[in-house]
């Protein structure tokens, strides 16, 4: 009790220093310490208990499982102001029930009332003021305690004009709006662990960006697409793509806040699928891994430009969503200085390596295969990139161009040659990643879990080293093969005898091209001939052998 009173008594004496009158700062000097004692007595629940909340990026990926874990998890909740956008011809009533009607959402939906509390907020990050009507405005302005704010655009290619766009000037329309709530008492933002990947070595800091947010803005917002784009690469300063660039940026506009809003930074790395909870292995989206996944267990990803050696710094959805919980908590009873940072990753904790995953997910991916595969699944990882481009050139560009050509002739529809373009033109997005051995410290992450209480530990587990991997790439494989393939579990024994066949077809199909090269260049050497003919049939014996064994 003695520490927390020195804490409180510094942290309002401002020894000279005139601090903006913000309205967080006004509600905090109303009720300086019987708050925080009050507060600090609350477990997470409990805090946001009666409070609201406004999300941003509520029907992403994250922000799916944040919704969700909310209202199961912190049932008291008085309301969850979700903003959605029209898309497609749907109001944004329409979308919220395509977000509840998810299989996640099952258990709350079992609770009766739960799914009222979430409101839609009809809006555009994209537009000045969120896109949102003056009504909505004054409203969350009265109502909002906690901000999280984790709409962004994850596309790596995008045009930096749409990128500024959605990651920066969203950003700064959010802080705008915050700056006016009279019951603010967090705001988190949802950064990436690679915002800075211009360094190997990343501390839970906010590093300077070459030029201020203020001029990409104004570029992004006079300019035309053309002359960005022209522009883009010497803006991106040593970052392989503008969503790392923006990021950054949005970081710059954030910490242009030190000091007067309540904001803490989250940088995930790279979130796959759960690991526990809403339900093991659910994932909606193909992004990193996930895709790489779906490509090799199809067969037409086979090979991929990556350093088996370097670390895979993998975080569960649901991880990462239980530490932007426990923050926004920790921000609002706690009420820290600065605007601290906290990496969620895994590298320095429980290190994955790609090696790893390629080991694990063959394993699994034999196990659990999928149904449908265009060939048998055999790819691997190259850590150089000639043998790469080798790989690629031979076993998924000629087999496209191949397949194409019959269904012409059978007068279907070619599709593999696109296919393989999409596939090429993701991956080689990730390969900036996926050489590179990228290190970041998580100290506040780690530092945080150990002062939770016990009872929050247990509801929102963020304790990274507690991951048994291999498990966990069982899980993600099962889930890849449920939630993105649509495949029903029951189909796994009748794949597994699919895939042994494709196996069979794989190895006759090579060696048949083995020997009629071998042929080619040996045909007036009679005994080597021999010696050919024998080798396979060796070959096919050890295939029935395999197949007896399976």
Request: with cysteine; net charge positive; proline share 5%.
């Amino acid at each position: 009790m003695f520490k927390l009173a020195v804490v409180l008594l510094s942290r309002f004496i401002c020894e000279g220093e005139e601090r903006p009158r913000s309205s967080y700062w006004r509600l905090v000097r109303l009720h300086p310490s019987s708050s925080k004692v009050m507060e600090s007595l609350k477990n997470i629940p409990e805090f946001f208990a009666g409070r609201s909340v406004l999300i941003t990026g509520g029907t992403g990926f994250m922000g799916k499982v944040l919704v969700e874990k909310l209202l199961r998890s912190c049932s008291d909740i008085e309301t969850i102001y979700l903003l959605i956008r029209p898309k497609k011809g749907q109001e944004v009533q329409e979308r919220l029930q395509d977000l509840i009607s998810l299989t996640i959402f099952d258990e709350v939906r079992r609770r009766n009332g739960l799914l009222g509390k979430i409101i839609p907020i009809q809006g555009d990050i994209t537009q000045p003021k969120l896109g949102l009507s003056l009504d909505d405005q004054n409203l969350l302005r009265s109502k909002v305690s906690v901000i999280f704010h984790a709409a962004a655009t994850v596309k790596f290619d995008e045009a930096l004009k749409k990128s500024v766009a959605i990651n920066m000037s969203a950003t700064k329309s959010i802080i705008d709006l915050a700056l006016n709530m009279s019951k603010l008492e967090a705001l988190i933002h949802v950064s990436t662990a690679y915002c800075n990947c211009n360094r190997l070595e990343n501390e839970e800091q906010i590093y300077p960006v070459n030029y201020a947010p203020e001029q990409v803005l104004t570029a992004a917002q006079t300019l035309d697409s053309e002359l960005l784009d022209v522009l883009t690469p010497k803006l991106l300063d040593g970052r392989p793509n503008t969503y790392t660039l923006t990021k950054a940026l949005a970081e710059q506009i954030v910490n242009e806040q030190n000091g007067i809003l309540p904001i803490a930074i989250i940088r995930p790395s790279i979130v796959t699928a759960a690991w526990k909870e809403p339900i093991p292995g659910w994932v909606d989206n193909m992004n990193g891994p996930t895709g790489i996944f779906v490509g090799a267990c199809k067969g037409i990803l086979r090979s991929l430009y990556c350093d088996s050696d370097c670390i895979a710094d993998l975080v569960p959805v649901d991880a990462a969503i239980n530490l932007c919980i426990a923050v926004a908590w920790h921000t609002a009873v706690y009420r820290p200085h600065n605007i601290p940072v906290y990496n969620c990753t895994t590298g320095t904790c429980n290190p994955i390596y790609w090696g790893d995953i390629e080991k694990w997910f063959h394993y699994y991916l034999y196990a659990y295969p999928s149904a449908d595969v265009f060939w048998y699944p055999d790819g691997s990882f190259k850590k150089h990139q000639l043998m790469h481009k080798l790989a690629v050139t031979l076993f998924q560009r000629c087999p496209a161009y191949l397949f194409d050509f019959f269904s012409i002739i059978c007068g279907r529809e070619p599709m593999m040659v696109r296919i393989q373009d999409k596939i090429l033109k993701a991956t080689s997005t990730l390969e900036f990643f996926t050489v590179r051995n990228f290190r970041f410290k998580n100290d506040n992450m780690m530092t945080l879990w150990k002062s939770m209480l016990k009872e929050d530990k247990n509801i929102f587990n963020f304790e990274l080293t507690s991951i048994n991997w291999a498990s966990y790439i069982e899980i993600y494989v099962l889930g890849i093969r449920k939630y993105i393939l649509k495949e029903d579990p029951k189909t796994i024994p009748i794949a597994r005898q699919k895939i042994m066949r494709m196996y069979i077809l794989h190895m006759v199909s090579q060696a048949t091209v083995v020997a009629i090269f071998c042929w080619l260049l040996l045909k007036r050497s009679t005994s080597t001939r021999k010696k050919l003919i024998e080798t396979v049939n060796i070959c096919f014996s050890l295939m029935k052998k395999f197949k007896k064994l399976t």
